[in-house]
């Protein structure tokens, strides 16, 4: 193991690395779902206005969902990526260890706490997900 994950024991770090790749997997047949029911919804088969405009919110929704499931593959890809590399577990912004309690919550963040509220202020973002969405 790098010096640089050495406040995360191997134990953590093997615990994080499965969980990552499991909730990879898991969104990943998410993503592929979502893309097979937009796929399924034929555009301006469905009988009057009101039902195509149903099924053009329903072709969004889904679209908007595929969308979301790739940004967080790209994020666990990435922690990945930093895992590999021997800084995974580390903030981005100042090198200092993420807690394992957040990472728990949150395995592909990048940023403590503290960095994360301050860059989701600066570029004016919300999370677009939630604990409760991590598996467990």
Avoid: K, N
């Amino acid at each position: 193991m790098s010096s640089a994950t050495t406040s995360l024991s191997q134990a953590q770090v093997r615990e994080l690395r499965a969980r990552l790749l499991s909730e990879r997997r898991r969104i990943q047949t998410e993503h592929e779902t979502d893309v097979e029911r937009e796929r399924a919804i034929a555009p301006g088969e469905a009988g009057d206005v009101v039902d195509r405009a149903e099924s053009d919110r329903e072709r969004q929704e889904l679209l908007s969902a595929a969308e979301d499931e790739l940004a967080r593959i790209g994020l666990i890809d990435e922690a990945l990526s930093r895992l590999r590399a021997g800084i995974y577990g580390r903030c981005l912004a100042d090198g200092e260890p993420i807690p394992f309690a957040r990472l728990r919550v949150v395995p592909w963040a990048c940023y403590c706490t503290e960095h994360q509220e301050q860059w989701e202020a600066e570029h004016c973002v919300t999370t677009t997900w939630s604990p409760a969405q991590v598996s467990t």
